[in-house]
């Protein structure tokens, strides 16, 4: 949330996003509203959740049993109900603000606004690809690309697995039979291969995209560590 503000996203924006996506905490949909309007039941339920947790605390201890992710809660709660700020209990809001040294009242106050109109207004002003290459259409790079087609992109893609690649000729989008002829004369090349070993195959490998490619790259893999150097190099 602070991160958010912190980056000119109105707290409101950030909410929903948060509370909307898959694996969201009941109890960040329930606090936060109350922590945005100061209601002044917070500060009763910080009180009482460090007094629950306090007792979990003590059977933990008493059986050595690790839990460091309540450990981290109860120092959190102890902070945000227990401090004392010009000799009186501070709001949680008021801690947490001077914690993170983001005034987030100050931000949700602003007038909000349409979230969708903005992103119009980035599309608008941005350049438009004319042609966008494609490698990996496994369950997540197969939705990226057939929502690029819809959205009235011209892709061009390429997967190790046939049947996938017909499957997305038939929905009008272009393949080619090898990473390095998705690469020729594309402005935007997306990757979207399950590791770091199959990122270097079609990058570096037999027919590879690397040496023909002279556009903007994006690679959404889960790689780290040299290989990432590598391509970021």
């Known amino acids: ?9 109105h707290p409101s924006i950030i909410y929903d996003i948060i509370s909307n ?34 007792h979990v605390m003590d059977m933990v201890k008493a059986v050595t049993f690790p839990l460091p992710l309540l450990a ?5 709660f102890i902070h945000g109900s227990s401090t004392v700020n010009g000799g009186g209990s501070a709001s949680p809001l008021k ?28 599309v608008m002003e941005s350049k438009t690809a004319k042609q966008i290459g494609f490698i990996g259409l496994g369950a997540m790079g ?14 061009v893609a390429y997967d190790v697995y046939k049947p996938t690649m017909a499957r997305f000729a038939d929905l009008g989008g272009s393949t080619k039979s090898s990473p390095e002829e998705v690469a ?43 290989p990432q150097q590598k391509i970021r190099s």
């Open 1 to 9: 949330m602070y991160l958010g503000v912190r980056a000119g996203i």
């Open 21 to 54: 996506a898959a694996g969201s905490l009941r109890i960040f949909v329930e606090l936060v509203p109350k922590l945005l309007s100061e209601d002044p039941s917070l500060i009763n339920f910080l009180n009482s959740s460090k007094k629950n947790a306090s």
């Open 72 to 76: 981290v809660a109860y120092q959190q």
């Open 95 to 122: 801690v947490w603000e001077e914690s993170f040294g983001v005034k987030i009242i100050d931000a949700a106050s602003q007038q909000i606004y349409d979230a969708s109109k903005l992103a119009d207004q980035l």
């Open 142 to 155: 197969f939705g990226m690309a057939s929502h690029l087609l819809k959205s009235g992109f011209s892709v």
């Open 184 to 226: 020729k004369d594309v402005e935007i090349l997306i990757i979207m291969v399950a590791n770091e070993f199959q990122a270097d195959s079609v990058l570096y490998g037999n027919a590879g995209a690397v040496p023909v490619c002279h556009s903007i790259f994006y690679s959404f893999s889960w790689i780290y560590g040299p």
